[in-house]
């Protein structure tokens, strides 16, 4: 597992950013408090598949916003949620919507299809991305410091840790995409 995630770990902190995000960064954060990884690289990796990820659903919005709502039926009650913030809130909306467990997805589609200028909008999702990478990489390292402090050698539990950490994103994950598909 050690050889996995040095050979790896970078590449699925890009990926896995680029598609969902904070569980696979706060493992990565974990992972370089252990030494497998470094955790700058980790916020750069983070950073980059995060943006590129939203720059990908805004343009998404902005250009087949109408096709990917009738195959998204259920995005519908968070686009109107996201639609009001974004009138009230658009600033902070384009900095923090990472941060929105929930709307993380839907909120950079939301923003392709308003009014936001294209110029402000890669501005502000570049300040984002890298407040969000730098804040749930430190939250993943500081998490195993916490843990070591609390457990001591971390080297007899850390593959359950790090099974564990997946697993509740796993459940939360499955919550999320079970609730989603309900409404």
Do not use: C
Request: charged share 15%; no cysteine.
């Amino acid at each position: 597992m050690e050889t996995w995630i040095e050979h790896y770990g970078y590449l699925a902190v890009l990926v896995g950013t680029f598609l969902e995000g904070e569980t696979i960064l706060i493992l990565a954060g974990f992972a370089a408090h252990r030494g497998y990884l470094e955790l700058p690289w980790i916020i750069a990796a983070a950073f980059v598949g995060t943006l590129f990820g939203d720059q990908l659903f805004f343009f998404l919005g902005r250009r087949h916003s109408d096709f990917l709502l009738k195959r998204k039926p259920h995005w519908k009650p968070r686009m109107e949620r996201v639609q009001n913030l974004i009138n009230n809130y658009k600033i902070l909306i384009i900095i923090s919507f990472r941060f929105l467990y929930g709307l993380r997805t839907v909120t950079p589609f939301a923003l392709g299809m308003s009014q936001v200028p294209l110029r402000l909008f890669i501005t502000l999702n570049v300040l984002g991305a890298l407040v969000w990478a730098v804040v749930i990489g430190v939250a993943g390292y500081l998490f195993g410091q916490a843990l070591e402090s609390f457990l001591g050698d971390l080297k007899h539990y850390e593959y359950r840790v790090l099974l564990g950490l997946a697993g509740v994103g796993l459940i939360v994950w499955l919550i999320h995409f079970w609730r989603s598909r309900k409404m």
